[in-house]
């Protein structure tokens, strides 16, 4: 089969019978193009020419033909293949259609006794929940299976919460009855902290004139302690600046020195370092004439060689005629390459 065309029908779901029927259909248009394409090497490997233009215009028409045929094979097979999927959808719907009808009636007959216990359900759970909300039951809580409950069930389960009702609104009661107590206690018990505090806020303030008496006594002599504190500071700050600008001095002095010798010490070693990589460019451009001087002496015989083998391969040129079209096409492209090589040795 063709080089230019591999597809397995495995990768679609198909068996390989299946998949050479609908190959057959394509392989006169895959042959066609095999045959298009050797032309087509040889074109594009030749100097081009008025001649070789029009060659060109001719295979690409005969290209256009061979891709709009293989264009309506495509939409004949695939419409071919398409009308089959409809006719098999179009079976299974009216073969299924009357069974689903069957299927539905036996359904709603298999269902009834189930559906009437259902609805007697729901009424069961519309009533005991309006029974609950009656007497105070939050709604929130209400569970949604209460009428599929046995009647003694459900008797307990009513009578269980109308209890913890009736408790809860005695607890808040009495609950609300200790809160009244309460906020009446507190009031009294704040009447008499009022009193007391009237009474402590008295003797606080004789206290409070009798401490910023004693606040300013201690101030002034704060005052007085501040001053003899401030003057022997001053003197000790004037004495530290001194010391200070003299360490300041002395090491300006010892950095400029070390930054002499520094400078001193780099400028020689950028003088070393500038005659090492002279001495060394001076070394690497001797051993590259050395180099140059060995490979232009191995050149001179190599040359010739050269030159007889670029004479042999234009003597391969001439020498062969073909007469079928296929090998002269063919040695068309040989000729090609070789030129290829010549301008390659040339370069």
């Not at 359900?121 to 949604?144: P, S, T, V, W, Y």
């Not at 009495?174 to 009022?194: L, V, Y």
């Not at 190599?302 to 007469?323: G, R, S, V």
């Amino acid at each position: 089969m063709s080089e230019l065309v591999q597809v397995d029908p495995k990768e679609f779901g198909l068996e390989k019978l299946q998949g050479d029927l609908i190959v057959k259909q394509f392989t006169p248009s895959i042959i066609e193009c095999e045959a298009a394409s050797k032309v087509y090497e040889n074109i594009i490997n030749r100097e081009i020419t008025a001649e070789l233009s029009v060659e060109a215009g001719d295979l690409r028409r005969q290209l256009v033909k061979i891709r709009t045929g293989i264009d309506r094979i495509h939409k004949t097979e695939k419409a071919f293949y398409r009308a089959g999927g409809l006719f098999v959808d179009a079976w299974k719907n009216k073969s299924q259609e009357p069974i689903k009808v069957m299927e539905d009636k036996l359904k709603e007959i298999e269902k009834h006794q189930e559906n009437l216990e259902k609805e007697r359900i729901a009424k069961l759970q519309n009533e005991r929940f309006n029974k609950l909300i009656e007497i105070g039951f939050d709604e929130l809580f209400i569970q949604d299976n209460l009428g599929s409950f046995p009647e003694d069930t459900w008797d307990n389960y009513f009578a269980g919460v109308e209890l913890n009702i009736k408790t809860k609104k005695e607890a808040e009661l009495k609950a609300e009855q200790e809160r009244i107590a309460k906020e009446q206690a507190e009031k009294e018990e704040n009447g008499r902290i009022r009193i007391e505090n009237e009474k402590l806020k008295k003797e606080a303030e004789l206290k409070e004139k009798k401490h910023l008496a004693d606040e300013k006594k201690r101030k002034a002599k704060e005052a007085k302690e501040g001053k003899e504190r401030e003057e022997k500071q001053r003197l000790a700050d004037e004495k530290l600046a001194e010391e200070r600008a003299e360490l300041k001095a002395k090491q300006e002095a010892e950095r400029k020195k070390a930054q002499t010798k520094l400078d001193a010490e780099r400028k020689e070693k950028e003088r070393i370092q500038k005659e090492l990589k002279a001495k060394q460019e001076a070394e690497r451009l001797a051993e590259q004439k050395r180099l140059d001087d060995i490979e232009n002496e191995l050149k001179k015989g190599d040359d010739e060689k050269m030159k007889t083998l670029i004479c042999d391969l234009i003597a391969i040129q001439n020498k062969y005629k073909f007469k079928s079209r296929t090998n002269k096409n063919l040695f068309i492209s040989v000729c090609g390459l070789i030129d290829k090589i010549i301008k390659y040795i040339g370069e």
